[in-house]
């Protein structure tokens, strides 16, 4: 059993390096430097005992795989999930919208020409679909490149170095499986 916890005590000590380096990545490739991303926040280690097996597990949003490795142009302009993952996006992260002013400006040129047509005030739910309607569409056109924040950390040697250091403890060769949970 001291050998058990020899080996949770690396675990975890590996799991506090891994999440601060992949912080630090993340937050050096943010244009935002100050904005603490959800991303940042939900990166957690945690090191168990379960069924025999001694398990190490790292979580992050599910998202993390577009932010590391980016997404390809689509050729069709998809089912809507996106743009209503946006419009959730855009109205939690505060920013700016800006109603329209173009309709406001031609209502002011057509009193010239003396056709007076009524002109609705853009409502603030409608500028907020129009504006991730127009970062869907920009996606979907040119894709969007990642930032490798993960790819960089992990393989650093860090992973070869557990091994080894497991290794010793135990007096055994080491393998390491990395997987990632796919929905």
Do not use: C
Not at 67 to 79: A, E, H, I, Y
Not at 126 to 150: P, T
Request: glycine share 6%; charged share 35%; hydrophobic share 35%.
């Amino acid at each position: 059993m001291a050998i058990d916890n020899g080996i949770k005590d690396l675990l975890n000590e590996f799991g506090l390096n891994l999440v601060n380096d992949l912080r630090k990545s993340l937050k050096s490739k943010q244009r935002d430097k100050a904005l603490i991303s959800n991303l940042d926040r939900s990166i957690n280690p945690s090191t168990k005992f379960a069924d025999g097996n001694l398990v190490f597990t790292l979580t992050m949003n599910d998202y993390w795989d577009a932010v590391n490795s980016g997404r390809r142009p689509t050729s069709g302009g998809g089912d809507g999930a996106l743009k209503r993952n946006l419009i959730k996006w855009v109205k939690t992260r505060k920013l700016k919208v800006e109603i329209s002013k173009r309709k406001a400006s031609k209502a002011k040129s057509l009193k010239d020409k003396k056709e007076k047509k009524a002109y609705k005030q853009e409502t603030f739910d409608q500028a907020v679909e129009r504006v991730a309607y127009v970062i869907a569409r920009k996606i979907h056109k040119d894709g969007y490149e990642g930032n490798h924040f993960y790819d960089e950390v992990i393989k650093d040697g860090r992973i070869d170095k557990l091994k080894e250091d497991i290794g010793k403890l135990i007096n055994t060769e080491v393998i390491i499986d990395i997987q990632q949970a796919v929905k």
